[in-house]
Structure formats: structure tokens, C-alpha cells
């Protein structure tokens, strides 16, 4: 026997099943397929613009920052006056996402673009989120030449654009839009749920913010819901 | 390097383990930011989600469902981990797990692995192995980190480190870190961490390969979860050439909408926080057109016992989702931290896992150290009722005749009483007066015969007036003469209004 033989011999002696009932196959793949929902919790049922006050406040809640921007035209001024703001160089790292490929970045003057991943070399970055979940203020980033992952995790400061109609209220909408992009049973290769920037409480309990990852996360949320 | 292979837990000796903890005045100063961080922190948070109760209830109810049928999602999840282009490995034992991994360090010539925080590369004694065998771990979790460095086991599963002071801490990191100034500044905790953060920084760039733990498997899409607040276990598992997951068969949920209920109720239980930072899933390796990520993507699987748990008094306990709230919430646990314990898994969760896997001869101690106060069941979000299976442990040593000989003779000569209610009761009376005459004086006792073991530590209170059972039948008597005489004055004895009627369905004392 080869020990996963072994080992799924040994669950179905002990729930005394054989592993062919019909019942129970049938149980787990309507299971799979349907995917029900339990119990999802009010707070993020509301309309969209609340959704967005909502989303805002808890990512605050989360220790990030948030801001709107009216247009993705405003990006690079936003991400130049962040920059500014807190005494970094005017450069960034981004991926070849459409919507940040799309946006005229020399408008924000001398800010440097550098594309592709992360080396470690870089103090900011900025991604598209694939979506964003008003529930707990958590931005949904999905792995990929558009946004590449280091990008999430390697830059002291990482900056979140998303769009207001990409905010949604619950972890199962964003679940059931991931299924809707790659398919069913289907995924990208990481799907990154960020809430707020990077911390650790492991020296006496005190939470410091920046442990491993970004010290600062901020969002922007463009355009009406 | 400290050996954490099961052969070697200090479990056998808890009492003596917990004597030297209550006297360890730096490890009681670290344990009492347990007490006073994690519980307000989670009543908070928990009480900001009305669901939260509902929640708990619907974790429980996957739970149960995905190990009633555990053999058709692991083959599911399997089926999904391969259409992606990962590799799927089952571990019997911790002995097989460790040869899986190092086979593929060996297979990329790895010379240095980092690790995210994993209980199970700890269940089964990874580092040591990998390290024996020329492979360099590193931890990169900040509490896993330490405790590496001190050659010891996490105190706690998600706080590692919280049997230490700042100042150890310090005083460990200049021990370590030899290559920086000596006359550098490490008073604050954020000194501490940036500290952490550059020295682990070239870690992660130069590991050959990243292994984490997962805190769930989705069978659906054939996708591992980490959970993490320091981005460490992100950095594992995207630099690295080879990502490897070392999870027991049990973490498997079957779809994205069963992982977002279970997540609902994790961070909320563990830190008190609403969701923890980087929640991250991960499905196989790296794309054509990826930039970034392993290009081999591995998942061990481990058994170790649990397939066999599965058919016993505690597969409850394979529900388990590692928040670690009911160590958070036990008075055992605050008052002797996670060593004491002896190995990997400590607290309430602890005492009933720990037999499981490494027998009730060798853990027996674990399930006796409770006061079934039961806060461990009330917090769990999986609904655990671990103080029940602490007593299915404590009757099993007992059935297998492991208890010592005092307890089981003591056991004995209550049990003669206790099957004699009438006896019982007159010998209680007795003793009871002839306590509260010997006693009248002082009021308490500071050594008894047969009773050292509490006097040793407090007084016994002499008895005043008769026994409990006394009490409560002249208590019963009053109460019928005064339901008799109000309902012969005309009122109903049985409206829930009346107090009569309420007196009435006060809880009787056990059978």
C-alpha cells in the first residue's frame, strides 16, 4: 500500500464507510458545486455608497490609509503628493496592470516608474486590487504579470488602487467574482487578502506596525460605485 | 539544538515543569500580558459582530461536515492541487513527512530553507532533522524567530514568543547579532523589531527553499491558506524557488465560502483582531508569464494519528482550527505558560491533543491540569467541548491503571462513600463537626492530615455549621411548607409569575 492508500484506508475504517457510497459522493460534489454561503454578516449589506464609508473606516480601523480619487487620471498626483507627504523619493514600482498602464504618469512630473517585480530594492510600489471587501476593509490582489506579488510584501510603502465599484460587502462576493474571472475550481496562482499594513505583537504584546512587510498601506478608491 | 521529536516532551513531568514555571519570576511577569491582552481583546472584537455566536455554530458545522467525509475532499483537493501543476505527498508519520521534505531540498540542492510558523514542522521536529542533514532552517516569524535563536519550542501556538520578557529578548538578539554596533540602542520594542526585520531581510532574498504551515486546504480549488500578521510567511513562500506546505490531512474545508466563515471566526478568536493582516491563498507554482513566485509548488500532507482519531472519543478535537483562544482564556495556562506543558501544544487544546499523539502514559498529567472551569469550551470557535475530553482522558488513565496509587486509593474510598448515600451523609455530618469543634478557634487549618497537598499552599477553612446536603434538604423543606401554605391560600403554585413556582424548578443538587 502506498501510504496515501494507507492513510485514506484508515479514515474510512474509522467513519466506517468504503469511500464508493453514492450518498456521500453525491453530498460532496453538490457540496463543491453549490458552494452554499452560511451565515454572512449584515454589516456590509448596505448601499454602495455607505459600503464605501464603510470600507474606508475599516481599513483605517486596520491601521491603512484611504483616500478617493475622482478619476484614474488622478493616480499620479495622488501617489506623488503620498510620496511627498512622507519624505520618500519620488519613484514607484508597478506591473503592467491595464488600468496603471493606463494612467498618465508624467503628469505627476518627476515621479520614476519602474516596472516588472520587486527585487527588494524598492521603497514603494503600487497595484490594482482585484476587489475589495467593505466587511473588514480588505483589499483582494491577485498574482499575475499585472500585479506582480513581491510587489504586495517587499516595498516599505505600498499603495492600493481599487475601484468603488470593485468594492463589494462580503468575503462571498468577492469569492464568487474570483470564481467568475478564472473560472470554477480555478485560481490564480496567490490571491493576497490584505487588511492594513504589516505589524507583529510578539515582543511583550505590543503591536508595532511594519514587520516583515509594508509600515504603510494606502488605498486609493477611484470613481463612483 | 533542542530536540522536539515526541520521544523527548518533558510532558511526564508537567508537575515538576510547573513548579519551576510559578517561580520563574520573568516568565510571570511575560505570561500576565496573556491574561490581560487576549481576552478583552477578543470580547471586543466579538462583540462588534452580532453573527458572531451564528458563526461559530456554521465553523463547527464545516468542520464536522468536511471530516465526515474526509476521504472524498482530500482526493478532491489532490485532484486540484495536480490540474494546477503542483505535487501532492502523504506523510504516514512524522518520520515520512521528514524525509519528503528533505528529499525535495536535496532535489533543488537547497542550502537554506525560511520558514513561516508551522506547528506541525514543530509536531514533527523539522529543524533539527533538516539541520542534521545540512539543510539551514530559518525562522522568520518575529516569536518563532526568538525562540529559535534560544533553542527553545513556542510557548504558545500563535504567540511563540510570549514567555519572554523584552529585555530577554534583547539581551538574546545582541548575543546573536554580533555583526551590528554593540553600543546600538535596543530599548523599544520597535528597535527590537527593525532589527528582526533587516537581519531577516537577506534571509528571504538568498533561501533556496520557503515552507509554511497552512491554517486551511480548499478542496475545490485545491488551495492552501496562511494566515499571518507580519507578511513573514508571504515572503516564504514567494521568493524562494520551491514552496513547500506542511499541513495534517485535517485542515481541509470544502469550498471559498466555508474558508470566509472559518475565517470570520479565527482572527476574532486568536488576536482579537477582525481579520489578521495577510490572509493568503495559494494555488500551485508560478505561471508562464508570472514575474514572481516558486516554480515547484509541493504539499505534505500528514497523518501522524489523525486518521485514527477520526474513529475515537476525541474527533471533536480534529476541529481544531489553531486560534489558540482556549489557552488564551485558562487559568492553568496563565498561571504556568505553554512550556510546562512538555511539548508542541499546550493549554486546554494541548491536554487532549497531546495524548492523542504521543500516548496518555507519557501526557497523562495534561488532561489532570484543568479546574474544568469550562472558558475553554465557551470560547471555542469551533464549539471543542474540551473539558469533556479532558475527562475521557482522565477515565482512560484511570481504566488503564496509569493513575498513581494515592489517587487511585483516594478515588476508591470516596466511591465506597458515594455509592452509600446515607452514609455518606452521616459521615460527612461527622466530619464536618468534628472539623468545625477542632477548629473553632482559628477559623481555618494550616495542616491537616491527608490533605498536605492543599495546606501546603493555603489554609483549609474550618466548617461552620452543617454540610451542603444538610442545608439544602431543611432549605427544601422550608420551600415545600411555603408553596403548600400559598396554594392553600388560593394561588396557582405552578405561574411562572410566583416565586414559589420558580423556587420550585431551582436546580436540585446532582443526583
Redo the contacts between chains.
Keep these: 500500500m ?3 492508500q ?3 484506508a ?8 468504503t ?1 464508493t457510497e453514492a450518498t ?2 453525491l ?2 460534489a453538490a ?2 458545486i453549490r ?5 454572512v ?3 456590509g449589506q448596505r448601499l454602495p455608497a455607505e459600503r464605501l464609508d464603510l470600507f474606508a473606516r ?1 481599513v483605517k ?2 491601521a491603512g490609509t484611504v483616500e478617493r480619487a475622482g478619476d484614474p487620471t488622478d493616480i499620479p498626483a495622488a501617489v506623488a503628493a503620498f510620496l511627498r507627504a512622507h519624505n520618500l523619493p519620488l519613484a514607484i514600482r508597478r ?1 503592467d496592470d491595464p488600468l496603471l498602464s493606463s494612467v498618465p504618469w508624467e503628469r505627476a512630473g518627476t515621479l520614476e516608474i519602474r516596472l ?5 530594492n524598492d521603497l514603494a510600489a503600487i497595484s490594482h486590487a482585484f476587489a475589495a471587501v467593505a466587511e ?3 483589499l483582494v490582489l491577485t ?3 499585472d500585479n ?3 510587489l ?3 516595498p516599505d510603502v505600498h499603495i492600493v488602487v481599487v475601484s468603488a465599484s470593485d468594492v463589494v460587502s ?3 462576493t468577492a ?1 464568487a467574482r ?2 467568475g474571472r478564472f473560472g470554477a ?22 503591536l ?1 506596525l ?5 509600515r504603510r498601506l494606502h488605498v486609493i478608491v477611484v470613481g463612483e460605485p | 539544538m533542542v530536540d522536539l521529536a515526541p520521544h523527548t516532551a518533558t510532558s511526564p513531568w508537567f508537575k515538576d515543569n510547573a513548579r519551576t514555571a510559578l517561580a520563574d519570576a520573568e516568565l510571570q511577569n511575560a505570561l500576565k500580558f496573556v491574561e490581560a491582552n487576549f481576552i478583552a481583546r477578543r470580547r471586543e472584537v466579538a462583540g462588534q459582530l452580532p453573527e458572531f455566536e451564528l458563526l461559530r455554530d456554521s465553523a463547527r458545522d464545516i468542520r464536522d461536515h468536511t471530516l465526515a467525509h474526509l476521504d472524498l475532499y482530500l482526493a478532491a483537493y489532490e485532484k486540484r492541487v495536480v490540474e494546477h501543476g503542483g505535487h501532492v505527498h502523504y506523510a504516514v508519520t512524522g518520520e515520512d513527512a521528514q524525509r519528503i521534505v528533505l528529499g525535495i531540498c536535496r532535489k533543488l540542492g537547497a542550502r537554506t530553507v525560511t520558514k513561516g510558523k508551522s506547528m506541525v514542522a514543530e509536531e514533527i521536529g523539522l529543524n533539527d532533522f533538516l539541520e542534521a542533514h545540512g539543510v539551514i532552517p530559518v525562522e522568520t516569524d518575529l516569536g518563532e524567530y526568538i525562540v529559535q535563536l534560544r533553542q527553545e519550542m513556542p510557548s504558545h501556538i500563535i504567540a511563540p514568543a510570549v514567555h519572554l520578557t523584552k529585555a530577554q529578548i534583547e539581551s538574546e538578539f545582541r548575543r546573536v547579532h554580533t555583526h551590528l554596533p554593540r553600543d546600538r540602542n535596543l530599548a523599544e520594542p520597535t528597535s527590537l523589531l527593525a532589527e528582526a526585520r533587516a537581519v531577516l531581510r537577506e534571509k528571504f532574498l538568498t533561501a533556496d527553499v520557503g515552507i509554511t504551515g497552512a491554517n486551511f486546504l480548499v478542496a475545490e480549488t485545491g488551495t492552501s491558506v496562511i494566515v499571518t500578521n507580519e507578511g513573514n510567511g508571504d515572503l516564504t513562500q514567494t521568493l524562494p524557488r520551491a514552496h513547500i506546505v506542511l499541513a495534517s490531512i485535517e485542515k481541509l474545508v470544502p469550498t471559498l465560502e466555508d474558508l470566509s466563515q472559518l475565517l470570520r471566526v479565527l482572527a476574532r478568536s486568536a488576536t482579537g483582531q477582525e481579520m489578521s493582516v495577510y490572509t493568503t491563498l495559494s494555488t500551485g507554482p508560478r505561471r508562464p508569464d508570472d514575474p514572481d513566485g516558486p516554480a515547484e509548488y509541493h504539499v505534505v500532507l500528514l497523518d501522524n494519528g489523525r486518521s485514527s482519531m477520526l474513529g475515537g472519543a476525541f474527533r471533536d478535537m480534529l476541529r481544531c482550527i489553531r486560534c489558540g483562544a482556549c489557552m488564551n482564556h485558562c487559568p492553568i495556562y496563565h498561571a504556568v505558560g505553554g512550556h510546562a506543558y512538555g511539548w508542541v501544544y499546550s493549554g486546554p487544546m494541548g491536554a487532549v491533543l497531546t495524548p492523542s499523539l504521543i500516548g496518555i502514559d507519557r501526557a497523562g498529567h495534561l488532561p489532570n491540569a484543568s479546574t474544568f472551569c469550562g472558558r475553554c469550551e465557551e470560547v471555542c470557535p469551533v464549539r471543542i467541548p474540551l473539558p469533556r475530553m479532558m475527562r475521557s482522558w482522565r477515565e482512560r488513565e484511570f481504566e488503564q491503571h496509569l493513575s498513581p496509587a494515592t489517587v487511585r486509593s483516594g478515588l476508591a474510598f470516596w466511591a465506597f462513600f458515594a455509592k452509600r448515600p446515607r452514609l455518606y451523609g452521616i459521615a460527612t455530618a461527622a466530619a464536618a463537626r468534628l472539623l468545625g469543634f477542632v477548629g473553632r478557634r482559628w477559623g481555618r487549618f494550616a495542616w491537616l492530615p491527608l490533605a498536605s497537598g492543599w495546606t501546603r499552599h493555603r489554609d483549609f477553612p474550618a466548617p461552620q455549621g452543617a454540610t451542603f446536603q444538610a442545608q439544602w434538604k431543611s432549605a427544601e423543606r422550608g420551600r415545600l411548607a411555603r408553596s403548600y401554605v400559598s396554594s392553600a391560600g388560593g394561588q396557582s403554585g405552578k405561574g411562572t409569575g410566583g416565586t414559589d413556582g420558580r423556587d420550585r424548578r431551582a436546580p436540585g443538587p446532582p443526583p
Excluded: C, K, W, Y
Excluded at chain 1, 185 to 206: C, F, H, K, L, Y
Design positions: 502506498t501510504p496515501r494507507l492513510i485514506l484508515t479514515i474510512r475504517r474509522s467513519l466506517a464507510v469511500g456521500r459522493g453530498e460532496v457540496r463543491v458552494h452554499p454561503p452560511g451565515v454578516p449584515e454589516r475599516m480601523a486596520a506591473g516588472g517585480a520587486s527585487d527588494g473588514t476593509g480588505t498574482s499575475g504579470p506582480p506579488t513581491t504586495n510584501f517587499l462580503d468575503f462571498e469569492m474570483l470564481r475550481g480555478v485560481m490564480p496562482r496567490a490571491v493576497n487578502m490584505i487588511t492594513g499594513p504589516s505589524r507583529s505583537a510578539d515582543i511583550e504584546q505590543t508595532i511594519g514587520a516583515h512587510g509594508p
